[in-house]
């Protein structure tokens, strides 16, 4: 819920995203509860993952039912290296960097190409699982996103867990209370105790 609902507060306003990475559905449901998002591309390199969360219906529902999602069953990097679109954000993720065929999602030549399809102050959020992540490996990630992004905040949304909110160029502003209000969402911020922006912003 909070992979989601992150992004979503940096850039309230949104109105094309695109997320890397289907998993259970929920970031894909709580994305979807924008009411100003247009278009939601949902990159999944494993058709059966998208059949079997349909096992954890209702919880992901909108990720199947509403039509501005868009399922692409590609690799990442080759889905955006064909893809004209541009994003106010990207959400991307993936499996543990340490899982083979993953790792390229982690790189300094994966954040350069990201770059190329956000939008002006467009954001990258990128989620890292830290259980079994060295610290080595936490920081060839920070590293590499210190050298493609001007600015980048490091939210804790588990035990070891991250979201990094990164921006190309300028800074990343603060986040905004706004989705907070949206009806379409209390149901998951009830789920999680979130009410308030102080709660968010302790995560920091």
Not at 20 to 44: K, N, Q, W, Y
Not at 104 to 120: G, H, M, Q
Request: contains cysteine; hydrophobic residues 45%.
């Amino acid at each position: 819920i909070l992979v989601g609902l992150i992004p979503m507060m940096i850039r309230p306003d949104a109105t094309d995203a695109a997320l890397i990475g289907f998993g259970s559905g929920v970031t894909c449901h709580v994305l979807l509860a924008s009411p100003t998002l247009e278009r939601l591309d949902t990159i999944e390199i494993e058709p059966e993952m998208v059949e079997g969360s349909k096992n954890f219906h209702p919880v992901n529902e909108r990720a199947y039912t509403d039509p501005r999602n868009h399922f692409w069953f590609d690799d990442a990097k080759a889905y955006f290296a064909g893809a004209a679109q541009k994003y106010d954000f990207i959400v991307s993720e993936p499996t543990n960097p340490w899982v083979s065929g993953v790792s390229s999602l982690f790189t300094v030549e994966f954040y350069r190409e990201a770059k190329r399809y956000l939008k002006p102050s467009g954001v990258l959020a990128q989620w890292l699982q830290g259980y079994e992540l060295s610290n080595e490996l936490l920081m060839t990630v920070l590293v590499a996103l210190d050298q493609e992004f001007s600015d980048y905040q490091i939210l804790r949304v588990g035990d070891s867990d991250w979201v990094i909110l990164a921006v190309a160029d300028g800074e990343l502003g603060q986040l905004s209370a706004d989705p907070l209000k949206w009806s379409a969402l209390a149901p998951e911020l009830k789920v999680i105790g979130v009410h308030d922006i102080g709660q968010m912003d302790s995560l920091l």
